[in-house]
């Protein structure tokens, strides 16, 4: 008679009557709801069914994964269950590598045994991990595909060599102002037989010109396609690696020492695939560009202040590289490239889709040629051109019909050159317009006006805003941002990346926690059906 008395007070007591619920139950929710909300998914207390106890573990971890980091970390003190699912489907994680790290390792570990992407990061102030935190990390972590080490300055060749043998999976490094040297990094190279990105900037254990350790090939030449060599006193000594890396497709190289012509030209004649190049501050010539202009592949071509470049340079390689979509030239105001090499990438290169310019004087002979030869010209800016105004932009505007995005910074253009476009360029959706003393905020609005549909950026140069950058090297002068760049928080102990999710549904979500929290991410997939809830 008590079994049935309890079993039919369950409604009523959901109705109106609290008083009558049994001590032996929680009564706390996890956070407060709207009764309509309640009711949709039938409750967690008082004996009802709880829908979401009920899904698999697959479906809570596949949820968890479309959460963010703060989300996630919410969830998982709802219970121990969604603590142990929490743990196992996190792929992604960010630390705080300061030497106290180490104790807790194992634990951490225990808690996250999925992890395949890991970065270990430390502030510059603060002691960072040494090998023995490495080496436990690795042996708890053998399915690592990714590492990003920065400023772990504590570890050494040994380390690395350690690590690079118990994960032998690795795709990915990357490491920075870190102090292990060649042995170490010719360690992962000799071990990790599936890397496939490498990317290192100020390995500070690379000093020595004349006693450097050639660095490469290894197993990992086979299947490298990428390779990013930034701020490196001795760079050159990782040309054994380039030259034996076959499969590679994308080379960078910012602000290495020493001259690149030589070890450009032996690159050339034993890769063949690559379609990729970036150059910054390096000590490079027309003799380095002769001998890029092998790759005839080429797609991608960044020459950002090499002042010994000239024309003939870049003729050689739009003579050859007739495949090139995008080239991005910082000429430093050197006047040493010009209509001479831009008239020869527009004869030969008409796949051209996106052309930055800063610091380089082009013409109406260059831009007219480039437009009627470039008809997939979509992205074009002009930085810091001394020749650029509005005979220029009309040009632009009449010829360049392909044209989407358009940037023009510190330029001689007044209103009438930016009126220019109101009638030209139909396919033009956006207009960035920033440092040009003769343009106004009235010539800016009346091209508003003209074309409603048409996003115009313009920036006096009386605020200064922080753009992204025209090159992966760096902060430029001129910098120029054809796409969105989406923020990035800064990385939390503990924290997977960022998957791009809307603003307003994070926050939303955010009022929100626990089974709550989850409940409702459920409806939204449902469309607020319960039944459909209860059937996932």
């Known amino acids: 008679m008590?079994?049935?008395?309890?079993?039919a007070a369950v409604p009523s007591c959901r109705e109106t009557n609290h008083s009558h619920r049994s001590k032996a139950k929680s009564?706390?929710?996890?956070?407060?709801?709207?009764?309509?909300?309640?009711?949709?998914?039938k409750g967690t207390t008082d004996g009802v069914a709880d829908y979401i106890s009920d899904l698999p573990d697959e479906c809570l971890a596949f949820i968890f994964q479309s959460l963010g980091s703060g989300d996630r970390k919410r969830c998982s003190l709802v219970c121990r269950r969604w603590l142990k699912i929490e743990g196992q489907s996190r792929h992604r994680l960010s630390l705080n590598a300061q030497s106290d790290l180490l104790p807790i390792i194992p634990s951490l570990f225990s808690r996250f045994d999925a992890v395949t992407k890991l970065a270990l990061k430390c502030d510059r102030r603060s002691v960072s991990i040494g090998d023995d935190a490495l080496v436990l990390i690795s042996l708890r972590c053998r399915n690592l595909t990714r590492l990003k080490l920065r400023a772990c300055r504590e570890?050494?060749?040994?380390?690395?060599?350690?690590?690079?043998?118990?994960?032998?999976?690795l795709k990915k490094l990357s490491c920075g102002s870190c102090t292990?040297?060649?042995?170490?990094m010719n360690a992962v190279l000799d071990n990790c037989s599936s890397l496939e990105e490498l990317s290192v900037k100020r390995l500070r254990g690379i000093t020595d010109v004349a006693a450097a350790e050639p660095i490469g090939p290894g197993v990992a030449a086979a299947s490298l396609k990428t390779i990013c060599l930034k701020e490196l006193y001795n760079g050159q000594c990782f040309g054994p690696l380039i030259i034996g890396a076959k499969k590679l497709?994308?080379?960078?190289?910012?602000?290495?020492?020493?001259?690149?012509?030589?070890?450009?030209?032996?690159?050339?004649e034993r890769v063949a695939g690559m379609v990729e190049i970036h150059l910054e501050r390096l000590q490079v010539s027309d003799h380095g560009l002769a001998a890029i202009s092998n790759s005839l592949d080429l797609e991608i071509l960044h020459l950002v202040k090499t002042p010994e470049?000239?024309?003939?340079?870049?003729?050689?390689?739009?003579?050859?590289?007739?495949l090139l979509r995008k080239l991005h030239i910082d000429g430093w105001k050197a006047n040493r490239i010009g209509d001479e090499g831009l008239v020869a990438v527009a004869k030969h290169c008409p796949?051209?889709?996106?052309?930055?310019?800063?610091?380089?004087?082009?013409?109406k002979v260059s831009l007219e040629m480039l437009a009627s030869n470039c008809q997939n010209l979509e992205r074009l800016a002009l930085c810091g051109s001394d020749t650029v105004g509005d005979s220029e932009m009309s040009c632009i505007a009449g010829k360049c019909v392909a044209l989407k995005k358009l940037c023009i910074k510190s330029c001689p253009v007044s209103d009438n050159g930016l009126e220019a476009l109101a009638s030209g360029c139909?396919?033009?959706?956006?207009?960035?317009?920033?440092?040009?003393?003769?343009?106004?905020?009235?010539?800016?609005?009346?091209?508003?006006?003209?074309?409603?549909?048409?996003?115009?950026?313009?920036?006096?140069?009386?605020?200064?805003?922080?753009?992204?950058?025209?090159?992966?090297?760096?902060?430029?002068?001129?910098?120029?941002?054809?796409?969105?760049?989406?923020g990035q928080a800064p990385a939390a102990n503990i924290g997977p990346s960022s998957s791009g999710r809307s603003t307003s549904f994070k926050s939303r979500l955010g009022l929100l926690s626990g089974r709550s929290f989850v409940a409702c991410t459920l409806r939204r997939w449902s469309g607020g059906n319960s039944s459909s809830r209860g059937n996932s």
């Open 2 to 7: 008590g079994q049935s008395a309890s079993t």
């Open 27 to 41: 009564t706390a929710l996890i956070s407060p709801m709207q009764a309509e909300e309640n009711d949709a998914w």
């Open 155 to 169: 570890l050494t060749d040994a380390g690395m060599a350690a690590f690079a043998k118990n994960c032998k999976s």
């Open 180 to 184: 292990f040297g060649a042995r170490g």
């Open 249 to 268: 497709r994308t080379l960078k190289l910012f602000r290495c020492s020493g001259d690149w012509d030589k070890l450009l030209q032996l690159i050339a």
């Open 309 to 322: 470049c000239t024309n003939s340079g870049l003729v050689s390689v739009a003579e050859r590289c007739k």
């Open 351 to 363: 796949n051209l889709q996106e052309l930055v310019l800063i610091g380089v004087n082009p013409t």
């Open 426 to 486: 139909p396919n033009l959706v956006k207009v960035k317009v920033k440092k040009c003393r003769g343009v106004t905020p009235d010539g800016a609005d009346g091209l508003r006006v003209s074309r409603p549909s048409l996003a115009v950026n313009l920036d006096t140069g009386e605020i200064e805003h922080q753009d992204a950058s025209a090159s992966d090297g760096g902060a430029q002068d001129h910098a120029v941002e054809f796409t969105p760049v989406g």
